[in-house]
């Protein structure tokens, strides 16, 4: 005779328990999920960027246009003077408060923080003027004056770090719980398929016994009710 469905259910459970308390990751499992995971425990590398910004009104004329043109190359021009790497009333900060309309930059140096080469780019920096940031060869160098639907830039390449890893002893707890929930979830989704499994060959061998079993015979001892008459 088969178990009710409680008693069933509280074996069931009976038996999980100790199943996710062997669920305990190994230090194997966590160095190898830390090697297939590194990516994602990597910080990229990036630049840090200053820019000057001359924005140009879809609506303005053509001379307009080109006198923003002149004061830009103006700007370059003074950015790249020896005496500008010097810092101070002649330096690119200088020049930020000066000849940029970015007013969230322009009383800072022009500073505009860091980018990675995979940036989608913002408000401050769009998308291809991070490209031109990443094409300059090396720090303290200055881009061509870029020209984009919003108006006139000129980018400056202020310093560069490289792509930091997080190290595996710092992660230690962090992959620990990951991995002790993951196997957890694995182990109770595997005894919910056996539970389910079990239940249903019940069912069926209930179902099958059902079938076979014969109809009852008639009982020939009873007599057969009288004829009527015709």
Do not use: C
């Amino acid at each position: 005779m088969g178990l009710g469905a409680d008693a069933r259910n509280k074996t069931g459970e009976l038996e999980l328990e100790p199943r996710l308390n062997k669920a305990v990751p190994s230090p194997e499992q966590m160095l190898t999920y830390y090697s297939n995971s590194v990516a994602s425990y990597t910080e990229p590398a990036a630049r840090r960027a200053a820019m000057l910004f001359v924005s140009i009104s879809p609506k303005a004329t053509e001379q307009a246009k080109e006198n923003a043109r002149q004061r830009m190359a103006e700007a370059r021009t003074k950015a790249l003077a020896p005496e500008a790497s010097a810092g101070g009333d002649v330096g690119f900060g200088a020049l930020a408060i000066r000849y940029s309309e970015d007013q969230s930059t322009r009383y800072r140096g022009g500073d505009i923080g860091w980018f990675t080469e995979q940036a989608v780019g913002d408000r401050v920096l769009e998308q291809p003027l991070i490209q031109v940031l990443y094409q300059l060869s090396e720090s303290n160098r200055i881009s061509s004056v870029v020209e984009t639907a919003r108006g006139l830039y000129l980018i400056k390449f202020i310093e560069g770090r490289p792509a930091i890893v997080k190290p595996f002893e710092s992660l230690r707890p962090e992959i620990h719980h990951k991995l002790l929930i993951d196997d957890r979830k694995r182990i109770e989704a595997e005894w919910r398929a056996e539970l389910r499994t079990g239940r249903q060959i019940q069912v069926f061998t209930q179902a099958l016994e059902q079938a076979i079993t014969p109809s009852p015979t008639p009982d020939k001892s009873v007599s057969p009710p009288p004829m009527l008459p015709r």
